[in-house]
């Protein structure tokens, strides 16, 4: 999407290897974490998006990312 959206891309840079996406100012970024609970400790999101949460077999990586 950030690709072919000019605002988009005027304002993100996408690093391909790492799997991020950067805001060009300031220090925002997007990325994806392990579903595995017991590897995302240590996170402190602004906002957590969630996908598919129906399909989690447990709520435990819901749990932790809403507390930290």
Known sequence: M????????AKL?????TKRILRRT???VYFVIS??????HGYH???VLL????TQPH???YDVLSTS
């Open 2 to 9: 950030v690709l072919f959206d000019k605002g988009l891309a």
């Open 13 to 17: 840079r996408i690093l391909e290897s």
């Open 26 to 28: 300031g220090t925002g």
């Open 35 to 40: 579903a595995d609970a017991n590897r995302a």
């Open 45 to 47: 999101p602004t906002t």
């Open 51 to 54: 996908d598919e949460v129906h």
């Open 59 to 61: 709520r435990e990586l």
